[in-house]
């Protein structure tokens, strides 16, 4: 059991590397994307076809892999007061917190991966830049596995009582 927590605590941490630097440099390229977009449109009336498509794209990449984040740096939004008030119980409740976002995502990534592989968005390509649907779609599914695997590291780390300094550790990066 202790290799498959080691297991995940690994890929755990890898995809988080992973996801810091792809999320850094989709960032930098949306920014350089619509400024791109502006100066040509704007200034020199020359629209660049597919800018709009890249930035929504990428917009939709970095928010489903930064969601995928918080989830394992415990940054998402939440309601504390009633973890708080649980005493000894707001283990259980954190474990059961982390199970529900487990299933969610599992849920997303059954129908994503359906709805990704179906015929029609293997079918068509997008409007300006002609790319397969499916590869820009495929975020739902390949950021649902992530939080999945996010998920199961932070159950480990309630039930090894590490939840206290993964979050002191994700305070100092």
């Known amino acids: 059991m202790k290799s498959v927590a080691g297991l995940i605590e690994n890929v755990s941490c890898l995809l988080d590397r992973l996801i ?61 007061i009633v973890l708080e008030k649980l005493g000894k119980f707001a283990k259980a409740a954190q474990v059961l917190i982390q199970i529900v976002i487990f299933l969610f995502s599992l849920l997303f990534l059954l129908y994503g991966y359906q709805w990704v592989t179906s015929p029609h ?27 999945m695997i996010f998920a199961l590291h932070n159950i480990i780390r309630i039930f090894s009582g590490n939840a206290a300094a993964g979050k002191r550790e994700e305070e100092m990066l």
């Open 20 to 80: 810091v630097v792809i999320l850094q440099v989709s960032v930098g390229v949306l920014i350089l994307d619509l400024n791109l977009a502006v100066l040509f449109r704007y200034l020199l009336k020359l629209p660049i076809v597919g800018t709009q498509e890249i930035a929504l794209f990428l917009l939709a990449w970095i928010t489903f892999l930064g969601a995928s984040l918080s989830i394992k740096h415990h940054s998402m939004v939440a309601v504390t």
């Open 121 to 147: 968005v293997l079918q068509i390509k997008t409007s300006a830049l002609q790319l397969p649907a499916w590869i820009p779609y495929s975020i739902v599914p390949v950021s649902m596995m992530i939080t």
